[in-house]
Structure formats: structure tokens, C-alpha cells
């Protein structure tokens, strides 16, 4: 079975930080991605990242704060998030895509997706 498991998440007062996780198991992803959805908003991009690690990408709201990274050998994408602000409540999803391996921000070329994970950033 073919599956991307989330961990991490959780509440924090603006200015802190957290660390997801999403662990993929069942095949080998090429590009990922971490995207999210805030209520009553549009699921958005977060970050991307190449197959090889390399290569990555940021929407403007996160550049500076977040960083994506990956360990191929864990089969594992993490988000690390610094300077949390409460527009960044939401929750978190992580996508892998079979088919691409270039950081990529649409979010049509991921076929494989997280639970998704709670973020929330208190002021």
C-alpha cells in the first residue's frame, strides 16, 4: 500500500516554531511538497522540493521562515517552521508526486497526499 504518513503539528504562540514530518512508505516519491488550507481559504502552496534534494521552492509568505528538506533514506520530507505567525494556522498537508522531479508549486502534478495535520499559531 501506497501512503504518506504525517506526524508533528500541534499549537504555538506566535514567533515560535514546529517541525512536520511525513513519512512515505509502500514506493519511492519523486518531487514533494508540503501545501495548506486555512478555513473558509483556498488549499495553497507552502514548499516543494526536487527529487534530489536541491532544488526547492517557497511561497513568498514563508521565504526566510520555513525550510523545506528531505532524507531519502528515511523516505522522509520535513518542514521546519520558524517565526510562526497566526496566518499561518492551518492545516498541513504533505503530497508526493510519481511523476515529476523538479520542485514544483502546482498542486494538479501531486497524486499522493498526507491526513494533513493541525497548525495553530496564537497571538
Known amino acids: 500500500q501506497v501512503q504518506l504518513e504525517q506526524s508533528g503539528g500541534g499549537s504555538v504562540q506566535a514567533g515560535g516554531s514546529l517541525r512536520l514530518s511525513c513519512a512515505a512508505s509502500?514506493?519511492?516519491?519523486?518531487?514533494m511538497g508540503w501545501f495548506r488550507q486555512a478555513p473558509g481559504k483556498e488549499r495553497e502552496i507552502v514548499a516543494a522540493?526536487?527529487?534530489?534534494?536541491?532544488?526547492?521552492y517557497y511561497t513568498d509568505s514563508v521565504k526566510g521562515r520555513f525550510t523545506i528538506s528531505r532524507d531519502n533514506a528515511k523516505s522522509t520530507v520535513y518542514l521546519q517552521m520558524n517565526s510562526l505567525k497566526p496566518e499561518d494556522t492551518a492545516v498541513y498537508y504533505c503530497?508526493?508526486?510519481?511523476?515529476?522531479?523538479?520542485?514544483?508549486?502546482?498542486?494538479?502534478?501531486?497524486?499522493?497526499w498526507g491526513q494533513g495535520t493541525q497548525v495553530t499559531v496564537s497571538s
Open positions: 503530497a508526493g508526486s510519481t511523476s515529476f522531479a523538479g520542485a514544483m508549486p502546482t498542486t494538479g502534478r501531486y497524486d499522493y
Open positions: 509502500g514506493r519511492t516519491f519523486s518531487a
Open positions: 522540493i526536487s527529487r534530489s534534494g536541491l532544488g526547492t
